[in-house]
């Protein structure tokens, strides 16, 4: 069974977490983090998440998977 969900917003980044567990014993057999920026492709580097962006990303984070 996989469960991936957003895992936290900084003010550059946002990650998002993905587990895999055993259907039949519910544990945890593999897990795996992706960290996501936004880019200014002109300037060639990261920017800050846009306000808006950032308070709808934090209203979607997830506590704890189960």
């Known amino acids: 069974m996989l469960r991936s969900g957003l ?6 980044t946002f990650s998002w977490g993905h ?3 055993d259907a039949d014993t519910g544990h945890c057999v593999a897990s795996a983090e992706a960290v996501a920026v ?4 002109i300037a060639r580097k990261a920017i800050v998440l846009p306000e808006n962006v950032r308070s709808h990303l934090d209203s979607q ?3 704890a998977i189960q």
């Open 61 to 63: 984070i997830v506590s």
């Open 19 to 21: 587990w895999l567990f």
């Open 7 to 12: 895992k936290a917003t900084r003010q550059k």
């Open 38 to 41: 936004l880019l200014d492709l």
